[in-house]
């Protein structure tokens, strides 16, 4: 793929930074490309149109995170090239049939040719002839044998020659491939579809920020604090009063009844008294600053009990001791509340950092985008905001789940969740370009599953175990073939049980990732 020239790197450059002119004038200057492939791989203008329409929309919400080395208009291609995979994927059937050329004859009889071929064979002939992807490549691509791929290009070429015997010799035929128009202009309704979205959804992102810029607000004035009058004892009344004389008949028979009520009610007593011993408010110290429990200054020390909240502005910062768990800083900016269940707490802003004492509890913790559940002995550090949670784990291990699905970010290990998106760990010493594609995974559909597995080393190979998981059935084989090769699983572990996300196997591989990288 050629190089970018300068022009091309610097409308990138600028488009990245916000500039919508240079992001249109990008955008403008490829979709005719982008069309033109993925219109030879369909043969339906339908199917066509909107595939072009998700590979740049997918490449505006991804643009910052292309390599500086990597040519703009190639990773347009590789979006396209994988979201026409996965519509081929949900519509088997439609493409079973014979390709209606009505709407998208081309006055290029050998174009008309190839749009023609069977789907199979004219995937694979654009894949390899057109675009000059290796067989290897495509085999991985829709995973098929190498075998089958070179049968079914074969089968491709010799109809071609069969309607054109002069392109048989010499380089005459690839010579007449590249002279295929390399760009057409799709209706003019695609290209609207495309910036009308990413105008509206500017505009919605301008709106909230504007929304979400603090107010100045008047301080309250401070509670006073009414003290209440304690109510005077009764004086005691001169006059004696007389008790009647009362006469208890004891039934012996009923012994048993009492004894057995008199054990409940010292159990139910007993079961209270535990509660209360666990719902005691937890410690809290200022470190510095205006630390406050529900809208009281914290002077040295308060208590937070069940259903408190905790808030600290941009000059304090605070210490909670919990029992038997450990101790929770609370930075600068950072509110913190206490559920009605004991050692759960939830954060919606800030950042907070846990140290293990003596814990024999374990904490959890909610924010707005995912639950975080550790382990015993867990220390980590905890940053939230309304968009994106970041962890870090010093030691042990923290449990994350988003959306019903459960990671695993041990020692050592950081996690970005962004909302609307999966929580995949990585390695924080892996490569920038793949902590950045790994920070967006956004599940089966991401076109860059494929350029992660590429990238990915043994230190990597717990975000590939993830996103595994978190892949379509189809890709599911590309994944397990590269964690393979870095970490093989246990000899109690098959392809065909990974392949169906059989749990007891997942986890057994899980540990020996973790015991190796």
Request: glycine content about 4%; some cysteine; proline content about 5%.
């Amino acid at each position: 793929m050629i190089p970018d020239n300068k022009f091309i790197r610097s409308l990138l450059q600028n488009a990245q930074r916000g500039n919508f002119t240079a992001l249109e004038q990008l955008f403008r200057m490829n979709i005719g490309k982008v069309y033109a492939i993925v219109l030879r791989m369909t043969a339906n203008k339908s199917f066509a149109s909107k595939i072009t329409v998700d590979t740049f929309l997918e490449a505006w919400k991804k643009l910052k995170v292309i390599r500086e080395d990597s040519p703009f208009t190639g990773w347009l291609i590789a979006i396209a090239v994988y979201k026409t995979l996965e519509v081929f994927r949900n519509n088997k059937e439609e493409f079973a049939k014979k390709p209606d050329l009505t709407d998208i004859e081309s006055k290029d009889s050998f174009e008309n040719d190839i749009l023609s071929l069977p789907h199979l064979e004219r995937l694979i002939f654009v894949l390899n002839k057109v675009e000059r992807y290796s067989i290897d490549e495509i085999a991985d691509m829709i995973l098929m044998k190498k075998e089958d791929v070179e049968f079914h290009l074969n089968l491709a070429v010799e109809k071609l020659h069969d309607k054109y015997p002069l392109y048989k010799f010499d380089n005459s035929f690839q010579e007449r491939i590249s002279k295929l128009p390399i760009e057409i202009q799709p209706d003019k309704s695609v290209t609207d579809e495309i910036f009308n979205f990413i105008y509206e959804e500017r505009m919605k992102i301008a709106e909230k920020e504007n929304a979400e810029k603090p107010k100045a607000e008047e301080p309250e004035p401070p509670k006073k604090e009414i003290k209440k009058k304690e109510p005077k004892e009764p004086k005691e009344s001169k006059k004696k009063i007389q008790m009647p004389e009362v006469t208890i008949n004891f039934n012996t028979s009923n012994v048993k009844k009492y004894i057995f009520t008199g054990l409940g009610v010292l159990v139910i007593a007993a079961l209270v008294l535990f509660w209360l011993n666990r719902a005691k408010g937890w410690t809290v110290s200022s470190l510095g600053g205006n630390v406050l429990i529900d809208n009281v200054t914290v002077n040295k020390e308060g208590e937070m009990k069940l259903n408190s909240t905790l808030l600290t502005d941009e000059n304090s910062n605070a210490k909670i001791i919990i029992p038997h768990t450990g101790v929770i800083e609370a930075e600068p900016n950072t509110s913190i509340s206490r559920t009605r269940k004991d050692f759960e707490l939830k954060v919606s802003k800030g950042k907070i950092i846990k140290k293990a004492e003596s814990q024999e509890n374990k904490l959890t913790i909610q924010t707005d985008i995912a639950d975080f559940n550790e382990e015993l002995s867990s220390d980590f550090e905890l940053t939230i905001n309304e968009e994106r949670n970041s962890l870090f784990v010093f030691k042990g291990t923290v449990k994350v789940v988003v959306k019903g699905f459960e990671s695993v970010v041990p020692e050592n290990f950081a996690c970005d969740i962004r909302k609307g998106k999966f929580a995949v760990p990585y390695n924080p010493n892996s490569d920038k370009q793949i902590i950045n594609l790994i920070k967006e995974y956004s599940g089966p559909a991401d076109p860059n599953m494929v350029v992660i597995v590429s990238l990915a080393t043994k230190s990597d190979a717990l975000s590939l175990w993830h996103i595994l998981q978190l892949s379509s059935e189809g890709n599911r084989p590309i994944v397990f073939k590269k964690l393979n090769e870095l970490v093989p699983p246990p000899d109690s572990v098959t392809k065909e049980g990974i392949q169906k996300l059989n749990r007891d196997m997942l986890d057994q591989w899980l540990v020996k990732i973790i015991s190796e990288i």
